[in-house]
């Protein structure tokens, strides 16, 4: 959970201010790290800015396949 959480630290900059408080850092795994959307419209937000947070992340050094964008239930 510590390097989910540091890699929600190193994209938060390049996230718009409104859309933080609504993602939630998720799960790394071997094919990549989740980030957990409030909704829907949040969801697709994320992967409009996706290829510049993946950007952002090997710019710091992280290797990933892909940021995932999943709507959490709740």
């Known amino acids: 959970m510590r390097d989910s959480n540091a890699r929600f630290d190193a994209i938060r900059p390049g996230l718009p201010a409104a859309l933080t ?12 790290w989740s980030l957990l959307a409030a909704n829907a419209s949040v969801a697709a937000k994320l992967r409009q800015l ?25």
């Not at 993602?23 to 094919?31: C, H, L």
């Not at 993946?54 to 710091?60: A, N, P, Q, S």
């Open 21 to 32: 408080p609504h993602i939630k850092p998720g799960p790394v795994d071997e094919t990549g």
């Open 50 to 74: 996706q290829p510049r947070l993946e950007d952002i992340l090997r710019e710091r050094g992280w290797e990933l396949s892909a940021i995932r964008v999943k709507v959490q239930s709740t």
